[in-house]
């Protein structure tokens, strides 16, 4: 299957800097990307839509500019965690899907903010 | 509003049991429904992907219905394993290309 990596896997950072994940696609473009947010024991919740060449799409409660999305390639799309404080501490996965198929995820980012 | 609910939330079962894990989804304006594994701390692993069109996937021990009318969908586990406890998660892509997901089950199977 498509091979989707996210770097990196794990980043603990100070109260205050930003924090910069990264989610490719390493053998199929992808239009489209997504950024999911997962808490301690719960599911996966979308945070936004990645759209190369355009402006992201963010679900509703998830501030686009504390995270900030760049999708500049059709195989790579960042998140910037700005001015990270210890709320956002939490594990971040991208995903991809070349239309209406498989999803694939990236290994996903453990972010801890001290 | 799409929602996707799992049941049961945790299961835990002796070497060697068959289980069946269920999905049920409100909005049956889906084009595929994906089970997927996370194990502690990782990633997902896409385990099996049924379209809309289709009934059903199989890959190993696993099988994995779909009927999209009623909104449900089964994984069945065969002849489980200490190595398959990890959490299963199930998830449908509506138009727009945006996965919802369910609050998964935590499958623990005991040696």
């Known amino acids: 299957g498509a091979v989707v990596s996210q770097h990196p896997s794990r980043v603990i950072c100070k109260s205050g800097t930003s924090v910069k994940i990264e989610c490719r696609s390493l053998?199929?473009?992808?239009?489209?990307m997504f950024w999911y947010r997962q808490f301690p024991k719960q599911s996966l919740m979308l945070m936004a839509t990645s759209n190369e060449g355009s402006k992201a799409t963010y679900e509703q409660g998830v501030e686009k500019d504390k995270f900030l999305i760049n999708h500049a390639s059709l195989t790579l799309s960042t998140l910037t965690v700005t001015s990270a404080h210890p709320e956002d501490s939490s594990f971040y996965i991208c995903s991809a899907a070349p239309q209406n198929t498989e999803a694939f995820f990236g290994q996903g980012t453990r972010l801890t903010v001290v | 509003k799409q929602e996707v609910t799992q049941i049961p939330a945790a299961l835990s079962v002796p070497e060697g049991e068959n289980l069946v894990l269920n999905c049920s989804f409100t909005d049956s304006a889906i084009y595929n429904l994906q089970w997927f594994r996370q194990d502690p701390g990782k990633g997902l692993t896409s385990l099996l992907l049924i379209q809309s069109s289709q009934r059903e996937q199989t890959s190993g021990r696993l099988n994995a219905s779909l009927d999209k009318s009623s909104g449900r969908s089964t994984l069945y586990i065969a002849a489980s394993q200490p190595g398959d406890s990890a959490t299963y998660l199930c998830a449908v892509l509506e138009y727009g290309n945006k996965l919802v997901f369910g609050a998964g089950t935590i499958l623990r199977v005991k040696s």
């Open positions: 053998d199929f473009q992808a239009t489209t």
